[in-house]
């Protein structure tokens, strides 16, 4: 089998190579001494070894058929240039060769075909590769003339023997004993060498590769004992009728590898793209759990309290898997249902009206109206809205009972209701574990499954409750480091704008994903202040024409976006509109296309940027302005970007655009 091939990117000059050649992927190998000792030991072995097979041959008779002996070493030189490249390793027609050799022309003849094959695809290198060095080339060599003369030595042993025996198809029995041995061997010079130098047995990696080229070996014995059986009956113009019908074979196998090495490249990238997703997917839970913080502080340390206990109790019943990741989800987004829910009322310091627990109870509803079109890869929409359902259907919104409950959904039921019972409320006191686990057990069967409760008792009584700690109040799952920045010292403070500048773009970046995945439009853009406080600058984009949006820099002072920025508050225009402020004409793809701008603004209720939506459908802007994901997502923004700092400031009178210009200018050395 040939050397298999590797790219320079993925070897340094002078490594041992992989597949059927030496390797030895971590060490530079210039000089035999770069070796470990066993590994110098086998190369000289295998070397040694080499010259004992070549000078072996030396006594063995020779080809009868000088002719197709020389035809033979010559196509062994050939076809080095015609290799298939798979998964694990790359083949080329050189072992039909050597085994059509053996087979018609006997041990000596196939040695040679062996090394001159070896010898020639070193010669064949991609654009850019390294040439292997003396030591590299001699194993290669030496390791193939081995498994050549032992495919010999079997071919010549269990053929007569089969024959002997009576077997039939003796000359099948012999071939097949030389397929496996040349076969055998070339795999495990490349494991053995491999072992030695990284010290470490692989034998997965070994049987991989063997099963991978098995079928391809065994494919081209056939094929090298029917050319022999040509040759008998035909003569030398089996070369002319066989070689077409190889080459035709061997682009057939290429094709179908090629097929195949398409194939798996795409399932890599779709688990890269699912990696990216689930990255997304993470970012999203973090998004929307910290937005129930900036809608309602309590709401948080409540959501942090459920989620470790959900987990414990649903750990202690046994789930695992999607169901398990189902509940850690949900028990943090449960309450996200809350940012539809006016704050008067979430913040009413006495009880609630009937009227007002209504708005409360659609909560539920709205959480999983609001996760629906996320994708998590495990049903979390359905324990969201279902985490106030009863066993006895007497629960909100939809009056499950019973087995309808998703067990998610109950395991929250029951932990929602005892935080809320051990919480301090404006109307009573909190509640003691003991009162609360009681007053539960009093409702299990009716309200909540007896079985999660009794689980929720034997998490408490394990301590769970005492792990969950919250001195600080800040967030567990808050994206970015807890507290202010520290103030930068005078040595570091260029360099920590510049990692604040990095980690605002990080924000914006972030942003900007989030929405184009619930939003598709023509392009996605945040904005951040310029420096001078008088211009934005595109730092984020996605979307066909997110292009048009590279190093743009747009005037505070007029267009959709700065007029956004500079008032604080949704703004819609047209395209042209935004382009018009720097004397240039409107992008095609822009042409004719509206924006909708909403601003981030801080806790001062200053903007500190801007996320601009360019659509093509002005239905779109009212869906992308009251889309509350998007709304939290802006939230938790603008605390990341007060968190990072360094925003500026847009001046108190901004002057008009022209005006604007020149006050840039006399400013530009101090900006």
């Not at 075909?113 to 070896?118: D, E, F, H, L, Q």
């Not at 807890?482 to 914006?508: C, F, M, Q, W």
């Not at 108190?652 to 530009?668: D, G, H, K, N, S």
């Amino acid at each position: 089998m040939a050397p298999r091939r590797t790219s320079a990117r993925q070897r340094r000059p002078g490594n041992f190579r992989g597949g059927r050649s030496l390797g030895c992927e971590e060490r530079t190998v210039m000089h035999l001494r770069d070796l470990p000792r066993p590994a110098r030991l086998l190369v000289v072995g295998t070397a040694a070894t080499g010259v004992a097979a070549l000078a072996a041959c030396l006594f063995l008779p020779p080809a009868q058929d000088v002719v197709s002996a020389t035809i033979f070493l010559v196509l062994a030189f050939v076809v080095a240039w015609k290799r298939v490249k798979i998964h694990v390793a790359s083949i080329s027609l050189g072992f039909v060769v050597v085994l059509a050799a053996l087979f018609h022309c006997g041990t000596l003849v196939a040695v040679a075909a062996a090394v001159i094959n070896t010898l020639a695809c070193f010669l064949v290198r991609d654009p850019g590769e390294a040439k292997p060095n003396g030591v590299v080339i001699v194993y290669n060599a030496s390791a193939l003339a081995v498994a050549a003369f032992a495919a010999g030595g079997a071919h010549g042993w269990v053929g007569p023997a089969a024959e002997g025996m009576g077997l039939p198809w003796p000359e099948l029995w012999g071939g097949a004993a030389a397929v496996v041995a040349y076969h055998g061997l070339s795999v495990a010079s490349l494991g053995l060498i491999t072992t030695l130098c990284r010290s470490e047995l692989d034998i997965r990696r070994w049987w991989r590769e063997l099963l991978a080229t098995a079928p391809a070996y065994f494919a081209g014995g056939a094929m090298a004992l029917a050319l022999d059986q040509a040759l008998v009956y035909t003569g030398r113009w089996a070369f002319v009728v066989g070689l077409p019908f190889a080459y035709l074979i061997h682009s057939a196998y290429r094709t179908q590898a090629e097929s195949v090495r398409k194939e798996l490249r795409l399932l890599r990238e779709r688990a890269e793209s699912g990696e990216k997703m689930a990255h997304l997917y993470l970012s999203v839970v973090e998004v929307l759990s910290n937005a129930i913080d900036v809608k309602d502080h309590g709401t948080l340390q409540h959501v942090q309290r459920v989620h470790s206990l959900a987990r414990a109790v649903a750990e202690g019943l046994g789930l695992m898997g999607d169901e398990l990741e189902a509940v850690k989800i949900g028990a943090v987004l449960h309450d996200i249902g809350k940012l539809a829910v006016p704050d008067h009322i979430l913040h009413k310091p006495g009880r609630l009206t009937d009227a007002e627990f209504r708005m409360v109870q659609q909560h539920a509803a709205a959480g999983e109206a609001i996760l629906r079109p996320i994708d998590f890869g495990v049903p979390v929409a359905n324990i969201i809205r279902h985490h106030h359902e009863k066993l006895d259907g007497t629960g909100y919104p939809d009056g499950l009972a019973g087995d309808e409950i998703a067990p998610g959904a109950r395991i929250l039921a029951v932990i929602d209701v005892y935080d809320a019972l051990v919480s301090d409320r404006p109307y009573r006191k909190a509640w003691t574990s003991e009162m609360a686990l009681e007053q539960l057990r009093k409702e299990a069967g009716a309200s909540f499954d007896p079985v999660v409760v009794e689980a929720l008792a034997e998490a408490l009584a394990a301590g769970v409750a005492d792990s969950v700690s919250d001195a600080d109040g800040t967030p567990a799952l808050l994206i970015g480091p807890p507290g202010e920045p520290a103030a930068p010292s005078d040595t570091d403070e260029l360099i920590e704008n510049r990692v604040a500048e990095k980690a605002r773009h990080y924000v914006l970046q972030g942003l900007v994903d989030l929405t184009h995945g619930l939003h598709r439009a023509l392009a996605i853009v945040a904005y951040e202040l310029a420096p001078s406080g008088v211009e934005i600058d595109a730092v984020a984009a996605v979307g066909p024409a997110a292009g048009q949006f590279d190093l743009l820099r747009l005037p505070v002072a007029c267009g959709v976006s700065g007029r956004a920025a500079r008032e604080g508050s949704v703004s819609v225009g047209s395209a042209a509109g935004e382009f018009a402020s720097l004397a240039r004409a409107t992008p095609e793809d822009l042409g004719g296309a509206a924006v909708t701008a909403l601003p981030i603004v801080g806790s001062s209720g200053r903007s500190l940027a801007v996320l601009s939506l360019y659509h093509a459908d002005p239905a779109r802007s009212e869906a992308f302005v009251s889309d509350p994901t998007v709304r939290a997502a802006l939230a938790l923004a603008a605390r990341q970007l007060e968190r990072v700092g360094g925003v500026p400031r847009i001046p108190a009178e901004l002057p008009p655009w022209p005006e604007a210009q020149v006050f840039l200018a006399e400013t530009a050395g101090g900006a």
